[in-house]
């Protein structure tokens, strides 16, 4: 059973930024689809990056592209959504997903292992 820990959420200003972390047990995160999403209060589920882990670079959702980047450390068994240029519209909760199946990257539906989440809170 794979298990998925978030870490690094917190509270910034706007233009901050974090680091969040996204810790694996279970199973290895080499040779699959990595993914972050975020669900603010009332809102959907929206995609915000995924990364391949065999090919290493990673796509994005156009509202965060050129701000954020996700990465990977395999010896950690860990991804990483660094996070800069934050603002307010970017708070919500955020999710990493992995293991997609059948779907493309942006379908959070089409990921089989979520973690519990981490808070990101910007203020204007």
């Known amino acids: 059973q794979v298990q998925l820990v978030e870490s690094g959420g917190g509270s910034v200003q706007a233009g901050g930024s974090l680091r969040l972390l996204c810790a694996a047990s279970g199973d290895t995160i080499s040779g699959k689809w990595m993914g972050w999403f975020r669900q603010a209060p009332g809102k959907e589920r929206e995609s915000v990056a995924a990364?391949?882990?065999?090919?290493?670079?990673?796509t994005y959702a156009d509202s965060v592209k050129g701000r954020f980047t996700i990465s990977q450390d395999n010896a950690k068994n860990t991804v990483y959504l660094q996070m800069n240029s934050l603002k307010p519209e970017d708070t919500a909760m955020y999710y990493c997903?992995?293991?997609?199946?059948?779907?493309?990257?942006?379908?959070?539906?089409?990921?089989?292992?979520w973690g519990q989440g981490t808070q990101v809170t910007v203020s204007s």
């Open positions: 990364l391949y882990t065999s090919a290493g670079s990673g």
């Open positions: 997903a992995s293991d997609l199946r059948g779907g493309a990257w942006y379908q959070w539906r089409r990921y089989h292992y």
